[in-house]
T-cell receptor, first 111, second 115 residues
Framework: AQSVSQHNHHVILSEAASLELGCNYS??????LFWYVQYPGQHLQLLLK??????LVKGIKGFEAEFIKSKFSFNLRKPSVQWSDTAEYFC?????????FGAGTRLTVKP | DTGVSQDPRHKITKRGQNVTFRCDPI?????LYWYRQTLGQGPEFLTY????????KSRLLSDRFSAERPKGSFSTLEIQRTEQGDSAMYLC?????????????FGAGSRLTVL
């Protein structure tokens, strides 16, 4: 079955620590990949996306993600997190018209 | 344009009652999606429209759920004979068709609590 897996349910970091959130998917064929973020009390917002081309994509607020086709992965990274990055992060995959989301990773950044 | 609007933001109802949610997408977006999100889970796809046509519906969607987009603009999601398991956040999103179809803009959601 098609699925999106996020490895970590809750990640707690101190400010300035580096971040990597894992995402794996099990779709065949061409996929479009996304990371969405939901800040406390706010709606889901697009963080970055990958359609084709350079597998390393950059998004807003210093986030980046790398698509590794052989590993079916699309991990999210940030070199130095800030307290304001505290949020829930969702990986999403679109292979047709229905976008599937992972269960999300809650990131807590301690000041 | 103020983005995707959803109404009401929160609905509390008794089991067995019907509820209806409304979504107003971004005006130039011709695709509209409904998702459901429960605590600790990511959004779960329910259905989507392109203009007024409902093109896909999740097999997980109960017959008690129906969605419409009669004029290709706003959409409604109705849940009949609500059950406690229907308690969730109902999210609406919109997008352009074509190359922009994959970039969804979400609304704030409508939270349903079934007592």
């Amino acid at each position: 079955a098609q699925s999106v897996s996020q490895h970590n349910h809750h990640v707690i970091l101190s400010e300035a620590a580096s971040l990597e959130l894992g995402c794996n998917y099990s779709y065949g064929g061409t996929v479009n990949l996304f990371w969405y973020v939901q800040y406390p009390g706010q709606h889901l917002q697009l963080l970055l996306k990958y359609f084709s081309g350079d597998p390393l994509v950059k998004g807003i607020k210093g986030f980046e993600a790398e698509f590794i086709k052989s590993k079916f992965s699309f991990n999210l990274r940030k070199p130095s997190v800030q307290w304001s990055d505290t949020a829930e992060y969702f990986c999403a995959v679109n292979s047709r018209n229905d976008m599937r989301f992972g269960a999300g990773t809650r990131l807590t950044v301690k000041p | 344009d103020t983005g995707v609007s959803q109404d009401p933001r929160h609905k509390i109802t008794k089991r067995g009652q019907n509820v209806t949610f409304r979504c107003d997408p971004i005006s130039e977006h011709n695709r509209l999606y409904w998702y459901r999100q429960t605590l600790g889970q990511g959004p779960e796809f329910l259905t989507y429209f392109q203009n007024e046509a409902q093109l896909e519906k999740s097999r997980l969607l109960s017959d008690r759920f129906s969605a419409e987009r009669p004029k290709g603009s706003f959409s409604t999601l109705e849940i009949q004979r609500t059950e406690q398991g229907d308690s969730a956040m109902y999210l609406c999103a919109s997008s352009l068709a074509g190359s922009g179809a994959n970039v969804l803009t979400f609304g704030a959601g409508s939270r349903l609590t079934v007592l």
